[in-house]
C-alpha cells in the first residue's frame, strides 16, 4: 500500500466514489462533492444595495458596502474521502479549469497542500475538503457528484540542517496555529 483514497466514517454507505482519473494521461484524480453544497455568491448584497442607490443617484454608504461581505469568506466543500501516501509525499488539490469558467468557483488559497499526517487526524480522520468561493453574480449548487477538484500526488524534498519538527498534526486549517 504506497498511496490511495478512502470513504471516511461519516460517508460510509453513501455511494461515494474515491477520485479518480478520467483520462489515460490524467495526472490529477478528480474528487467529487459529497453532497449537494450551496455556493452563494459574493456580490449579490452589494449589487443589491448599489442597484438601490444608483436608481437615488446616491452614494453607497460604508455599512452597504461591506454588507453581504460575510458571503466572502471561502467554503469548504466536502469531499468524504482521505488519502494516505508515503511520508516524503505530499498530495496537491487544485481547481479544474472548468470551475471558473463554467460556474464562477475559484480556489482561494491557489492549491490546497495535503500532508501525510493530515490522514486519519483526531478531529476530522483526514477528510480533505475543498476550498472554494463563488465570484459569479448567481448562487450556485453543486449536486452531490459533481466533480469538483484535483488530486496529484507529489514526492517532496527536505532542506539540509532543518530543525526537526516538534508538533504533531491534530486536524487542519489552521490547526498548528495555536498548538
Ligand atoms: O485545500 C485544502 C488544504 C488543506 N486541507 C487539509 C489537509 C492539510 O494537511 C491540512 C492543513 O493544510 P495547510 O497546512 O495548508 O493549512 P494551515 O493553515 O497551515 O493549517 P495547519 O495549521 O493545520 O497546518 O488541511 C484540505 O483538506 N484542503
Ligand atoms: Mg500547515
Given at each position: 500500500?504506497?498511496?490511495?483514497?478512502?470513504?471516511?466514517?461519516?460517508?460510509?454507505n453513501?455511494?461515494?466514489?474515491v477520485?479518480?482519473?478520467?483520462?489515460?494521461?490524467?495526472?490529477?484524480?478528480?474528487?467529487?462533492?459529497?453532497?449537494?453544497?450551496?455556493?452563494?455568491?459574493?456580490?449579490?448584497?452589494?449589487?443589491?444595495?448599489?442597484?438601490?442607490r444608483?436608481?437615488?443617484?446616491?452614494?453607497?454608504?460604508?455599512?452597504?458596502?461591506?454588507?453581504?461581505?460575510?458571503?466572502?469568506?471561502?467554503?469548504?466543500?466536502?469531499?468524504?474521502?482521505?488519502?494516505?501516501?508515503?511520508?516524503?509525499?505530499?498530495?496537491?488539490?487544485?481547481?479544474?479549469?472548468?470551475?471558473?469558467?463554467?460556474?464562477?468557483?475559484?480556489?482561494?488559497?491557489?492549491?490546497?497542500?495535503i500532508?501525510?499526517?493530515?490522514?486519519?487526524?483526531?478531529k476530522?480522520?483526514?477528510?480533505?475538503?475543498?476550498?472554494?468561493?463563488?465570484?459569479s453574480?448567481?448562487?450556485?449548487?453543486i449536486p452531490?457528484?459533481?466533480?469538483?477538484?484535483?488530486?496529484?500526488?507529489?514526492?517532496?524534498?527536505?532542506?539540509?540542517?532543518?530543525?526537526?519538527?516538534?508538533?504533531?498534526?491534530?486536524?487542519?486549517?489552521?490547526?498548528?496555529?495555536?498548538?
Amino acid at each position: 500500500m504506497q498511496r490511495g483514497f478512502e470513504i471516511v466514517s461519516r460517508y460510509a454507505n453513501q455511494g461515494l466514489q474515491v477520485p479518480y482519473r478520467t483520462t489515460q494521461q490524467s495526472a490529477g484524480y478528480d474528487f467529487e462533492c459529497a453532497e449537494d453544497f450551496v455556493l452563494p455568491s459574493i456580490w449579490r448584497h452589494d449589487l443589491l444595495h448599489a442597484f438601490k442607490r444608483l436608481r437615488h443617484r446616491e452614494p453607497l454608504t460604508t455599512e452597504e458596502l461591506t454588507a453581504g461581505n460575510h458571503d466572502m469568506r471561502p467554503f469548504l466543500v466536502p469531499t468524504g474521502v482521505k488519502a494516505y501516501m508515503q511520508p516524503d509525499e505530499v498530495l496537491l488539490l487544485a481547481n479544474r479549469s472548468s470551475n471558473p469558467l463554467k460556474h464562477g468557483l475559484i480556489l482561494p488559497n491557489g492549491v490546497g497542500v495535503i500532508d501525510a499526517d493530515y490522514y486519519n487526524n483526531e478531529k476530522n480522520e483526514g477528510e480533505i475538503f475543498v476550498q472554494l468561493v463563488n465570484v459569479s453574480l448567481h448562487d450556485v449548487t453543486i449536486p452531490k457528484g459533481q466533480r469538483i477538484a484535483q488530486g496529484i500526488f507529489m514526492p517532496f524534498r527536505l532542506a539540509d540542517d532543518e530543525q526537526a519538527p516538534r508538533q504533531q498534526r491534530t486536524g487542519g486549517f489552521g490547526s498548528s496555529d495555536n498548538a
